[in-house]
């Protein structure tokens, strides 16, 4: 199954569009500008797209610069071992229907993500897509035998965070993998495409996202070139960088 996403334009020539995810860092009930995974430094966004940075305006605004119909949230809250943000993610729910929302918590287990899949449905947010990252996880689980969730590999300045067994087993990553690289992420460098290429070379035909750096239309062009189907976006967007 596809991201709901919107599409970069003028692209063709190399093969499938891009799908655009449009991204949301969560902090304590705001919106933050995530630059570079110092996630103690973030600061509250500050958009040219709407005023303030309340998460349902800057979602709604992000989705519809995009075209998209899902949305991908970080709840660093949840990440950096607090309470996950229940409250922000129902009102995202309620106040965008038919939002597919791609959801990082600091899952430490994929029972942990259903876990919390049945708390937001009870809340009236049906759909809910966990994002397992690997930062978090407390062993490489198989994960290639259910199609509702997603993994994501994360690395930052010092490597591979969480177990290694996640790049030696690839047969265990489920159809739809996200290549986190956090010091690229807000940076305006550029995606990792050394990595993004190592990890399209183990992926043996899942769907790859690039998340971090990406900039402009010819990121994303670079990206379809090496078979990568999806980019996680922000700072390009709020910029107006991206079609």
Not at 32 to 37: F, H, I, K, S, T
Not at 81 to 105: I, K, N, T
């Amino acid at each position: 199954m596809d991201v709901p996403g919107g599409t970069a334009r003028d692209s063709g020539e190399y093969g499938q569009a891009v799908t655009l995810l449009p991204v949301l860092d969560l902090r304590a009930g705001i919106v933050v500008q995530a630059r570079a995974g110092l996630r103690g430094q973030y600061a509250a966004m500050q958009s040219p797209l709407v005023a303030g940075c309340a998460p349902v305006d800057l979602a709604r605004a992000l989705l519809q610069r995009t075209g998209s119909k899902a949305l991908y949230v970080a709840d660093l809250d949840a990440i950096l071992g607090g309470p996950a943000q229940l409250a922000v993610l129902a009102a995202l729910g309620r106040a965008l229907p038919g939002l597919q929302l791609w959801l990082d918590a600091g899952f430490q287990s994929l029972a942990a993500a259903q876990s919390m899949q049945a708390q937001l449905a009870a809340l009236g947010v049906s759909s809910v897509l966990p994002v397992l990252g690997t930062e978090t996880l407390a062993r490489c689980e198989d994960l290639s035998w259910s199609p509702a969730l997603v993994l994501s590999l994360d690395f930052a300045a010092e490597g591979f965070r969480g177990d290694a067994t996640w790049l030696e087993r690839p047969e265990r990553w489920p159809a739809r993998v996200i290549v986190m690289t956090l010091t690229a992420v807000g940076m305006d460098q550029g995606p990792d495409f050394d990595r993004l290429g190592q990890c399209q070379a183990l992926a043996n035909g899942r769907t790859l996202y690039a998340a971090g750096g990406v900039r402009h239309q010819s990121d994303l062009q670079a990206l379809q070139r090496l078979g990568v189907r999806g980019a996680l976006v922000a700072s390009a967007v709020h910029r107006g960088d991206l079609p």
